[in-house]
Nanobody, 124 residues
């Protein structure tokens, strides 16, 4: 029932920017907490960011704080992640989720792949 489609990834040079989108359907998007998680080649899942439904509070992993911005447009049922000042270590598959994954503990406790993800590659 729940469907999430990530898009907006691509190849970018260090210091560049991208805006990722997550189109949601099959649930009441405006009532849902939302999150972004990424997975680099050969690495495990790493929590990136979350935005809470109740008060729109946002949280970021230390590795991306100050560079990434999470936002949502309830009228469009879409979640966004603005990636600025990209580094090679940001290279990963990026996934969104309709839950309050707000730490790596949350991800370890229970994760499923809701969509196919979108690939971000940062290389010179």
């Amino acid at each position: 029932e729940v469907q999430l489609v990530e898009s907006g990834g691509g190849l970018v040079q260090p210091g560049g920017s991208l805006r990722l989108s997550c189109a949601a359907s099959g649930f009441t998007f405006s009532r849902s907490d939302m999150s972004w998680v990424r997975q680099a080649p050969g690495k495990g899942l790493e929590w990136v960011s979350c935005i809470l439904m109740h008060d729109s509070r946002t949280y970021y992993a230390g590795s991306v704080k100050g560079r990434f911005t999470i936002s949502r447009d309830n009228a469009k049922n879409t979640l966004y992640l603005q990636l600025n000042s990209l580094k090679t270590e940001d290279t990963a598959m990026y996934y969104c989720a309709p839950k309050a994954y707000c730490s790596n503990y949350d991800v370890r406790r229970g994760w499923t792949y809701w969509g196919q993800g979108t690939q971000v590659t940062v290389s010179s």
